[in-house]
């Protein structure tokens, strides 16, 4: 079974400095996505980045990066200059590549604060 | 709009009844699927659909959930005799068909409140 362990329940940061959530996953596929998901109050689910897992090289969206370690089970991401509307609940979810189903499993969620 | 739209945002229930929310995907695809957000959990998996069948229900958590998607676009998630325990943000997503179509993309949810 896919699980996703996001071992930070809260973290802060200073506007403008930078800040790295974790996340791990357990599977035994060797093909899948990795993605982060911003969940401000609204409720709204917005994809921050993704990461196919054949690709070695980290992705990258702006500001946001990954740092995806496959030995490890490993899929971290780091924003930089964090901003203000940065702060929000930040889900670490992964999917099987080639599968039909295409399920999220979702970690528990950490919740990043920042201070002006 | 040209996103993902649910409707009600919110909804407040008594034990024991039945409710219907709604999911209004991104026009053209034929993916859907439905979550359940738990206070301080991840969303989880309950149902996906390929155009009007239901591919994988096996995260419905017992028979008084059940959905359907009639013509391949709106679906409806139905709660027969509601218990406090369904309580939970419901989230809808959906996904372009092919190649390289990976991303999901979600609603804003529905909130549900059993009293």
């Known amino acids: 079974a896919q699980t996703v362990t996001q071992s930070q329940p809260e973290m802060s940061v200073q506007e403008a400095e930078t800040v790295t959530l974790s996340c791990t996953y357990d599977?035994?596929?060797?093909?899948?996505?990795l993605f982060w998901y911003k969940q401000p109050p609204s409720r709204q689910m917005i994809l921050v980045i993704r990461q196919e897992a054949y690709k070695q090289q980290n992705a990258t969206e702006n500001r946001f990066s990954v740092n995806f370690q496959k030995a490890a089970k490993s899929f971290s991401l780091k924003i930089s200059d964090s901003q203000l509307g940065d702060a929000a609940m930040y889900f670490c979810a992964y999917r099987r590549r080639g599968s039909t189903l295409g399920r999220l499993y979702f970690g528990r969620g950490t919740q990043l604060t920042v201070w002006p | 709009g040209a996103g993902v739209s649910q409707t009600p945002s919110n909804k407040v229930t008594e034990k024991g009844k039945y409710v219907e929310l709604r999911c209004d995907p991104i026009?053209?695809?034929?993916?859907l699927y439905w979550y359940r957000q738990s206070l301080g959990q991840g969303p989880e998996f309950l149902i996906y659909f390929q155009g009007t069948g239901a591919a994988d229900d096996s995260g419905l958590p017992n028979d008084r959930f059940f959905a359907v998607r009639p013509e391949g676009s709106v679906s409806t998630l139905k709660i027969q005799r509601t218990e406090r325990g369904d309580s939970a943000v419901y989230l809808c997503?959906?996904?372009?068909?092919?190649?390289?179509?990976?991303?999901?993309?979600f609603g804003p949810g529905t909130r549900l409140t059993v009293l």
């Open positions: 997503a959906s996904r372009a068909n092919g190649l390289g179509a990976d991303t999901q993309y």
């Open positions: 026009s053209g695809h034929t993916a």
């Open positions: 599977t035994s596929e060797s093909d899948y996505y």
